[in-house]
Nanobody, 129 residues
Framework: VQLVESGGGSVQAGGRQRLSCVVSGFFLEYWTIAWFRQAPGKEREGVSA????????NYADSVKGRFTISRDYARNTVYLQMNSLKPEDTGVYYCAADSRPIARDAMRKGGFHSEMAYWGKGTLVTVSS
């Protein structure tokens, strides 16, 4: 199982960025995929997730209405479209995957399972004011 993020970079406040997470070793249909981020000096937090079984999505309150998670089965890729970026969105963004019910159940309850089974190495997003 491997997850590789890309798409990070520097952007001005109000701008947009699209992150990609290419997965290998499994098929998206059976896994919960989530994006997390970690800002300097802060704990890692869940940003968005998508369920492989039914396409249900979940967002942190801080990004609702601005971020959109989606998936492309043909490319085995999950995307995070980020619009109206704010300086507080700055951080390293990680893609994570888990096939266990605990991850799916956490998402269905509106949260995120912090101990996902597999993680990418992250991609840095810097939003300047």
């Amino acid at each position: 199982v491997q997850l590789v993020e890309s798409g990070g970079g520097s952007v001005q406040a109000g701008g947009r960025q699209r992150l990609s997470c290419v997965v290998s070793g499994f098929f998206l249909e059976y896994w919960t995929i989530a994006w997390f981020r970690q800002a300097p000096g802060k704990e890692r937090e869940g940003v968005s997730a998508i369920s492989g079984s039914d396409g249900r999505t979940n967002y942190a309150d801080s990004v609702k209405g601005r971020f959109t998670i989606s998936r492309d089965y043909a490319r085995n890729t999950v995307y995070l479209q980020m619009n109206s970026l704010k300086p507080e969105d700055t951080g390293v963004y990680y893609c994570a995957a888990d096939s266990r019910p605990i991850a799916r159940d956490a998402m269905r309850k509106g949260g995120f399972h912090s101990e996902m089974a597999y993680w990418g190495k992250g991609t840095l997003v810097t939003v300047s004011s």
